[in-house]
T-cell receptor, first 117, second 114 residues
Framework: AQKVTQAQTEISVVEKEDVTLDCVYE???????LFWYKQPPSGELVFLIR??????QNEISGRYSWNFQKSTSSFNFTITASQVVDSAVYFC??????????????FGKGTRLSVIA | DTEVTQTPKHLVMGMTNKKSLKCEQH?????MYWYKQKAKKPPELMFV???????INESVPSRFSPECPNSSLLNLHLHALQPEDSALYLC?????????????FGPGTRLTVL
């Protein structure tokens, strides 16, 4: 069975601090996909990144970076020099590749990030 | 156009009302989804449509009735809802369910059942 754990329920940081959001997943499949989504107070989920299980390269996009480590089943997300606009709930999600398609997204419980000016 | 739109943004209805939520995308996506999200919880999948056919129904009560009139539109018909059905209803779309492309979400409809 798939499972995604985001152990940090809420995090508060002061603007310009770096912050890392943890995501640990469980899956029995060798082919799977990991995602991060951002949900600001407006409610819309904004896609941030997708990573497949065969690509362990870390990725950087502006102030955002992701560290994928299969050895520890983790897919952590770091925001560098945080800004107030980064305040949101961040969800990590997992989908497995199965015959005929993919399983639906399984979301973690989310981490609420508050960036204080 | 990389947008998923949803109407209405807010909806208040009584338990005897019938209402519909609408979702639209013009990205050529062939998979569309309905999620329900309660406060401080992650989204929960309700339905998946693939090429306008219902592909997944996550044991959703029959008072929720999805409809996919064409590849760009997805409706959720509501009837005889309960107060516990109050939630944010999110629509999403992706290229195809078979390729695990990222899902693009709409802003949601915040539903209150009195």
């Amino acid at each position: 069975a798939q499972k995604v754990t985001q152990a940090q329920t809420e995090i508060s940081v002061v603007e310009k601090e770096d912050v890392t959001l943890d995501c640990v997943y469980e899956t029995r499949d060798t082919t799977y996909y990991l995602f991060w989504y951002k949900q600001p107070p407006s409610g819309e989920l904004v896609f941030l990144i997708r990573r497949n299980s065969f690509d362990e390269q870390n990725e950087i996009s502006g102030r955002y970076s992701w560290n994928f480590q299969k050895s520890t089943s983790s897919f952590n997300f770091t925001i560098t020099a945080s800004q107030v606009v980064d305040s949101a709930v961040y969800f990590c999600a997992l989908s497995e590749r199965v015959l005929g398609g993919n399983t639906p997204l399984v979301f973690g419980k989310g981490t609420r990030l508050s960036v204080i000016a | 156009d990389t947008e998923v739109t949803q109407t209405p943004k807010h909806l208040v209805m009584g338990m005897t009302n019938k209402k519909s939520l609408k979702c639209e995308q013009h990205m050529g996506h062939r998979a569309m989804y309905w999620y329900k999200q309660k406060a401080k919880k992650p989204p929960e999948l309700m339905f998946v449509y693939s090429y306008e056919k219902l592909s997944i129904n996550e044991s959703v009560p029959s008072r929720f009735s999805p409809e996919c009139p064409n590849s760009s539109l997805l409706n959720l018909h509501l009837h005889a809802l309960q107060p516990e059905d109050s939630a944010l209803y999110l629509c999403a779309s992706s290229q195809q369910i078979s390729r695990n492309n990222e899902q693009f979400f709409g802003p949601g409809t915040r539903l209150t059942v009195l």
